[in-house]
T-cell receptor, first 109, second 117 residues
Framework: QKEVEQDPGPLSVPEGAIVSLNCTYSNSAFQYFMWYRQYSRKGPELLMYTYSSGNKEDGRFTAQVDKSSKYISLFIRDSQPSDSATYLCAMSSWGKLQFGAGTQVVVTP | GAVVSQHPSWVICKSGTSVKIECRSLDFQATTMFWYRQFPKQSLMLMATSNEGSKATYEQGVEKDKFLINHASLTLSTLTVTSAHPEDSSFYIC?????????????FGSGTRLTVV
């Protein structure tokens, strides 16, 4: 079993819809939880990070962490075609990142 | 913000030759840098952790004699793929973080697409 599980998609949504992404994990030592966006043939770009459990909002993005369930989520409101990318969850324990497989998101006009 | 520069962005080489990839932190000092490999439609797989002034730490299954890592300064780490073969063709990405954000503030380079023919 992988330490971090993430549905690879693709996830297709119409423009303006809410995009809902999630990951589950098995290692209770993870303390920092991140979401990265990766466009094709580019390096990942940090979108959000959360420490321990709780919610964090930044513009159209909301990240949620539920450590008791070992489950994290990312919501993108009012999605735009420019949000089409692969979204990777990542988790950190002692500075070492563990990535999910990434979910490909396609926002159609 | 923290910026990581990676060069080249793509390279094609003949089988049996060596290729060097550079990763530089432009506006911060990085004691530690990380090297990843990513195959199409797959996630990033950590290859090794590069430590300034000391030997790199390689993940299980990564050949240290094939993937040579040098971290000669606080702003530069290099990955050399020696005697490259077609199965080494992949997308290689480095990352680094200022010490103050080492648990979450990783900045990634733009990646290097290596094609071995």
């Amino acid at each position: 079993q992988k330490e971090v599980e993430q549905d690879p998609g693709p996830l297709s949504v119409p423009e303006g819809a809410i995009v809902s992404l999630n990951c589950t994990y098995s290692n209770s030592a993870f303390q920092y939880f991140m979401w990265y966006r990766q466009y094709s043939r580019k390096g990942p770009e940090l979108l959000m990070y959360t420490y321990s459990s709780g919610n964090k909002e930044d513009g159209r993005f909301t990240a949620q962490v539920d450590k008791s369930s070992k489950y994290i989520s990312l919501f993108i409101r009012d999605s735009q075609p420019s949000d089409s990318a692969t979204y990777l969850c990542a988790m950190s324990s002692w500075g070492k990142l563990q990535f999910g497989a990434g979910t490909q998101v396609v926002v159609t006009p | 913000g923290a910026v990581v520069s990676q060069h080249p962005s793509w390279v094609i080489c003949k089988s049996g030759t060596s290729v060097k990839i550079e990763c530089r932190s432009l506006d911060f000092q990085a004691t530690t840098m990380f090297w990843y490999r990513q195959f199409p439609k797959q996630s990033l797989m950590l290859m090794a952790t590069s430590n300034e002034g000391s030997k790199a730490t390689y993940e299980q299954g990564v050949e240290k004699d094939k993937f040579l890592i040098n971290h000669a300064s606080l702003t530069l780490s290099t990955l050399t793929v020696t005697s490259a073969h077609p199965e080494d063709s992949s997308f290689y990405i480095c990352s680094a973080s200022p010490n103050s954000t080492v648990n979450y503030g990783y900045t990634f380079g733009s990646g290097t697409r290596l094609t071995v023919v």
